[in-house]
């Protein structure tokens, strides 16, 4: 087309132009879209990184029950979340706990640096920073930590420290109220943390704590478990559990190892033919009646071993109780007790033994003692025959004089041998004694041996208190009066001149079913190397100037054994001296315990 005059360019030029600009509008547009597009879509493949880790954590936290990977596991997926390049679980330790004497925080875990990063630092210090979380505030966050009035306060970053600019903590605390540790995340880059990551981490923190709440209950049980097994087997026990009506139902791998029993075979009651047939049928009857009871069991019976050989078994079994106070299972432990019985059984042969050694002895020692009883009665009548014979020789008086110092010694040693046969065959009687066990009012029982020996006490110028409160035991009679009328004896034979007598009886604590009973006196004391000495037969301690054939104390100590007790002796010299008794509330073979509290029933 010609356009000699040029009127077509100047439009040509400006479409031209208006096209550029709305070309390149059209693709500024575009890319600002296709920017914005692509900001988006990281935010959304970051925003879905983190659900993917809210997710694995949500699954992860609840599945993993050990404390130290649990602890682990928390901090790299809070670090993951945040953004953060380091991460780090503080532990808080409350006073009184590990032999802490204050609440101290020391870092458990970490990611994103090497643990002596933080450890060479020491403790965390309550600076205005840290305070917040440690009182379990809140949220802390700083775009630039370095900047912050709270920071800084003690010196500032420490040489060496990691590069932090960015900064997030938020404390975890338990659904009771127990601040258990705190989250802290740096960055060296300021402003990393935003209201996002402040939101996230505390729901994350909520549970956090949740997971290390169970982990710790878990290992709680744990622990009380595994130290209930090595209870069981520091006493040679083997534990089983019978259901609420007394059935041995389930895995029974104690039972199964000491008989060689299957599960098929001990269900129910086949437990029972694994007993001696003599102790069987005993055996049910007295487990049947402590379940209709619900009471604990103890018995003893022998238990036919994968070996075929019986061993004798001590059982002790208790109801473990529901809330609402019915039985949930039974618990029971056998422990063997072979050794033991095969001991006492040799201990009681050989104690027969010497109680009939003992009488035997006694016995033939009084027949050659009538005999030295009669020529010391015929030396006696023939004394006036020597001096008639005599006469008035020059040596009549001293001679004279000499047979009677003899005749007097010879009387003296019979009656001291008389006195030690009658406590030989004492013991030999009480050895073969029977105890027949009753209730007894200790307070009125050794109150009336106080009574009994009152004239006693009067005479030297002695008072002797009981205690009101003594408390009742379960034995035989006749044994606890001799224990306490011996030792009271004691206490009034040998006080000290220089001061009026005190002697008291009173009960002492003592955990178990036990009762201890102290009596005391202000006498003569009894020296140390003599402490042990006194229970020893024949064996008197300090100045013989009393009455005795050193069996008193002997004696006491056999029957105070014979009871399933002990006798310990305190003394100081010129001060006076304790002996304690500590005796069972009630014989073995008699204790069972009815029960209805929750929980496993307790004696």
């Not at 917040?132 to 500032?156: L, N």
């Not at 202000?522 to 020893?536: C, L, M, S, T």
Request: proline share 6%.
């Amino acid at each position: 087309m010609h356009d000699p005059a040029g009127r077509l360019w100047h439009p040509l030029v400006v479409g031209g132009c208006a096209l550029t600009l709305v070309l390149a509008g059209a693709a500024f547009t575009q890319a600002r879209a296709k920017s914005r597009s692509e900001e988006a879509r990281l935010a959304l493949q970051e925003e879905t990184e983190r659900l993917e880790h809210l997710n694995r954590v949500s699954a992860a936290l609840p599945a993993e029950h050990d404390l130290g990977r649990l602890v682990q596991t928390i901090i790299d997926h809070a670090t993951a979340l945040t953004g953060a390049a380091y991460g780090a679980f503080f532990e808080r330790v409350p006073a009184g706990r590990e032999g802490e004497a204050e609440e101290v925080w020391r870092l458990y875990s970490l990611t994103g640096a090497p643990r002596e990063a933080f450890t060479r630092f020491g403790l965390p210090r309550p600076t205005g920073l840290f305070t917040p979380t440690f009182r379990a505030e809140g949220v802390v966050r700083c775009d630039d930590v370095t900047a912050d009035s709270r920071y800084g306060t003690h010196g500032g970053m420490p040489k060496g420290h990691l590069p932090v600019r960015s900064y997030l903590a938020v404390p975890v605390v338990s659904g009771s109220g127990e601040t258990l540790g705190a989250l802290l995340f740096g960055h060296p880059e300021p402003a990393r943390f935003g209201p996002r990551e402040e939101r996230l981490i505390l729901g994350f923190a909520g549970q956090a704590a949740v997971a290390l709440d169970n982990a710790r209950l878990l290992t709680t049980v744990r622990h009380k478990r595994d130290r209930f097994r090595a209870a069981v087997q520091a006493v040679r026990g083997v534990l089983w559990t019978n259901d609420a009506a007394g059935r041995m139902t389930g895995e029974q791998p104690g039972w199964s190892a000491i008989t060689g029993q299957s599960r098929a075979e001990y269900e129910g009651y086949g437990w029972a033919d694994a007993v001696h047939p003599d102790d069987a049928q005993a055996t049910i009857a007295a487990w049947n009646a402590a379940v209709a009871e619900r009471r604990t069991f103890v018995f003893e019976h022998r238990v036919r071993n994968r070996d075929g050989a019986y061993r004798h078994y001590a059982i002790r079994a208790v109801p473990v109780l529901e809330p609402d106070g019915s039985i949930r299972e039974w618990v029971g432990v056998h422990t063997d007790i072979t050794e033991q019985r095969e001991a006492e059984a040799e201990l009681r042969e050989s104690n027969e033994e010497i109680q009939r050694y003992a009488y035997i002895v006694s016995h033939d020692l009084r027949a050659p003692l009538v005999n030295v009883m009669g020529f010391t009665s015929e030396l006696e009548a023939l004394q006036e025959d020597v001096r008639a014979a005599m006469g008035d020789h020059p040596k009549a008086g001293p001679i004279d004089a000499d047979i009677s110092e003899a005749l007097g010694f010879i009387k003296a040693a019979i009656v001291k041998m008389e006195g030690l046969i009658a406590a030989i065959l004492k013991l030999s009687r009480e050895g073969r004694r029977t105890f027949r066990p009753e209730p007894l009012d200790m307070t009125a029982l050794v109150q009336g041996l106080a009574d009994a020996q009152r004239h006693q006490a009067d005479a030297v110028g002695a008072t002797v208190s009981v205690a009101p409160d003594l408390p009742p035991i379960m034995a035989d009679r006749l044994a606890v009066e001799q224990i306490f009328a011996n030792l009271l004896d004691n206490a009034l034979k040998y006080l000290s001149s220089d001061r009026p007598g005190r002697i008291t009886v009173a009960a002492l604590p003592v955990s178990g079913r036990r009762a201890r009973f102290a009596v005391s006196d202000n006498g003569r004391g009894i020296a140390p190397q003599d402490h042990a000495r006194v229970f020893e037969l024949f064996r008197r301690a300090g100045v013989q100037d009393r009455p005795g054939e050193g069996i008193g104390l002997a004696h006491v100590k056999a029957l105070v054994r014979s009871l399933g007790g002990r006798i310990e002796v305190a003394s100081r010299l010129g001060e006076g001296t304790t002996f304690t008794v500590t005796l069972p509330l009630e014989p073995a073979a008699e204790r069972a315990v009815p029960d209805a509290a929750p929980g496993i029933a307790a004696e």
